[in-house]
């Protein structure tokens, strides 16, 4: 029997199809906006925890299994003494690989036909047929860096379009393993692709694209990653998007390439400051679109059903004994 407690809010009829499954009894509690101490009682018999936020009373928790958390990231459950505990974690990776790739494209449309142009133009009541208004996408080179899931949507995607799609990597494309995508989307088998870089080719990557989408992780490794000399490898006509962590580009440099035009133009949907202040200069720049990090976000549509998605194939995964979706490794929970 395993003793499973809810900490989320509620998708009726999944949490039914989990209450249905043989020798699982759930509790559920009011959803957590903090790490805050379980009671007792629950604390000491729950195996599998359903939850954004661990408890900050784990060394409580003797009877802990499995957590899965509601989240991509993942640093609330980095160095609190799960592996060392046997304990095994789940993210939310793929939950928001759809909405983030349409907001990829959105923006790609957006930016080649200037549509903030097009607005100011229909604000001020200005007539203006120029051909930079009539702008295709189709034939236009996309790299993208980094190729998870919301690379692989948005590669996807892009080929629906007729563009051509490069990625970065650290070495190869691989199948993607026991991670959750929603059906019929992304790229799993790893085939898309026109052309694929490595880590080292950074400059041949960057050289002929129209699209660069930055779509890799923050992390010690990934920070001011992208800088001066990869902004001034693209060509003067190329557009950045950036829906993953604004620190990923250098501040200094991002605003350096839209003062001297080393680039056309950007979307960000991630940013340096939360909120962005309004005397920020990116706010002001003609050719940047800037989103409140909506891309993808717990008030996505599909959000509670995708995550309970992934909690119930887990819950049943884990009582079967078989791969875990999302699983994270012990040297993820340890920072490393």
């Not at 970065?168 to 790229?187: A, I, N």
């Not at 059903?305 to 078989?322: G, K, L, M």
Request: charged share 25%.
């Amino acid at each position: 029997m395993f003793n499973i407690l809810v900490d989320m809010p509620i998708d009726d009829e999944l949490l039914q199809q989990l209450r249905s499954m043989p020798g699982v009894r759930v509790r559920t509690i009011a959803p957590r906006e903090r790490p805050e101490p379980l009671p007792e009682e629950l604390a000491k018999n729950t195996n599998i925890l359903f939850c954004t936020f661990p408890p900050s009373n784990m060394d409580e928790c003797a009877a802990l299994r499995l957590i899965q958390i509601s989240s991509v990231g993942y640093t609330q459950v980095v160095n609190v003494g799960l592996a060392e505990r046997g304990i095994r974690a789940c993210n939310a990776q793929g939950v928001f690989d759809v909405p983030i790739a349409e907001w990829n494209m959105a923006m790609m449309f957006q930016l080649a036909r200037d549509m903030r142009g097009m607005f100011r133009n229909q604000e001020h009541k200005v007539w203006d047929r120029s051909a930079k208004f009539q702008t295709e996408i189709r034939g236009l080179h996309v790299g993208i860096w980094g190729y998870g899931g919301i690379g692989r949507e948005t590669a996807r995607l892009a080929k629906a379009m007729g563009m051509h799609v490069q990625v970065l990597v650290r070495e190869q494309v691989k199948e993607r393993g026991h991670t959750y995508r929603v059906p019929g989307t992304g790229d799993p088998r790893g085939t898309l692709p026109d052309r694929v870089f490595a880590r080292g080719q950074e400059a041949d990557f960057l050289r002929d694209l129209d699209v660069l989408v930055v779509a890799v992780p923050l992390t010690g490794q990934t920070e001011g990653m992208i800088g001066e000399r990869e902004l001034r490898a693209l060509p003067r006509t190329a557009f950045v998007l950036n829906p993953s962590r604004g620190p990923i580009i250098r501040e200094d440099a991002l605003l350096c390439a839209l003062r001297e035009h080393w680039i056309a133009g950007a979307a960000l949907d991630t940013h340096y400051h939360y909120p962005m202040p309004p005397d920020h200069p990116l706010w002001d720049f003609p050719n940047v679109i800037m989103t409140p990090h909506i891309s993808g976000s717990s008030q996505s549509t599909h959000f509670k059903q995708r995550i309970w998605s992934i909690f119930v194939d887990n819950v049943r995964r884990f009582a079967q004994e078989e791969p875990l979706l999302n699983e994270l490794s012990p040297a993820q929970l340890e920072g490393q």
